[in-house]
């Protein structure tokens, strides 16, 4: 059981990335999936969640209407798509799954997931 996180990397302001979360070892369709992001100094952050009850998806305030969380079935990946990027999205960012149906107030709360990839930079210049 395992997630493997990659695609980060060096972009400038305005740039787009695209994160992946390849799954292995289990089926991430049937769990709620999270993209978090721990920037230098401070805590981990809640970024997006894609819930494995209804499939609705839960943002942070600070990434709406820029970053979008979607899965692939067939490749058994979640995805954190970024764009507009800024500065202040400078992090390691981390995928993570939960066995839990959380909604919008559960899903940022980090001990809500118990399996977590290695994190990815993004580096985001000014």
């Not at 920037?39 to 942070?60: F, L």
């Amino acid at each position: 059981v395992q997630l493997q996180a990659s695609g980060g990397g060096l972009v400038q302001t305005g740039g787009s990335l695209r994160l992946s979360c390849a799954a292995s070892g289990f089926n991430v369709e049937h769990y709620t999936a999270g993209w978090f992001r721990q920037a230098p100094g401070k805590e981990r952050e809640g970024v997006a969640c894609a819930s494995n009850s209804d499939g609705g998806t839960h943002y942070a305030d600070s990434v709406k209407g820029r970053f979008t969380i979607s899965r692939d079935k067939i490749e058994n990946t979640v995805y954190l798509q970024m764009n507009s990027l800024k500065p202040e999205d400078t992090a390691v960012y981390y995928c993570a799954t939960s066995p839990h149906s959380l909604d919008g107030t559960t899903w940022p709360r980090l001990y809500g997931y118990d399996n977590w990839g290695q994190g990815t930079l993004v580096t985001v210049s000014s």
